[in-house]
Every structure is written in structure tokens, then in C-alpha cells.
């Protein structure tokens, strides 16, 4: 058992690693994948918004191009929320 929480602290220890430093931040492994991980959340999250926003506009009275534009901002707006929001625990660490 021992011998296996020490791979596991290796391990750890290696993908924490800072690999280089962008700035005061350093980029690790973990880090890297945090900000991924981030990102791919808010991506999906604004789909999902996306797809909503058209089902609510689906029965508007509202040029087609309209309706799309809103999809289209609303979702982009959202990823850019979730790239600042990936970028706030990089910049401090």
C-alpha cells in the first residue's frame, strides 16, 4: 500500500510540475488541463443555451438572421465567460 501511495505522489508530483512560466504564471500539466476541462464545460454550457434561445425564439415573429445572431452571441458570450474565468486560476497560480 505504501508503495502505491508513493507512485501516486510521484505521479502527482510530475504533472505538477510547473513546465514553463507564461508571465508570473506557471504552466503545469494539471493546470493545462484545468483550463481544458474549463473551457469544454463553458463550450458545452453554451450550446446547451444556444439550443434554448432558438426552442424560446423558435415561434417569434423575428427575421431568421435575428433569431441567429442572438444564438450566436449568446454562446459566444458564454465561452468568453468561461475563458475568463479558466484564465483567473492560471494567472494566480
Not at 53 to 78: A, C, M, T, V
Amino acid at each position: 500500500m505504501d508503495i502505491l501511495l508513493d507512485q501516486i505522489k510521484f505521479v502527482w508530483n510530475l504533472i505538477s510540475t510547473p513546465l514553463f512560466q507564461l508571465g508570473n504564471s506557471h504552466i503545469s500539466i494539471t493546470s493545462f488541463f484545468v483550463v481544458l476541462l474549463i473551457l469544454a464545460f463553458f463550450y458545452i454550457v453554451s450550446k446547451i443555451i444556444e439550443r434554448a434561445i432558438g426552442n424560446i425564439l423558435k415561434n417569434k415573429s423575428i427575421d431568421p438572421g435575428i433569431k441567429g445572431s442572438i444564438e450566436r452571441f449568446s454562446r459566444y458570450l458564454i465561452v468568453l465567460m468561461g475563458a475568463f474565468v479558466a484564465w483567473i486560476p492560471s494567472a494566480s497560480a
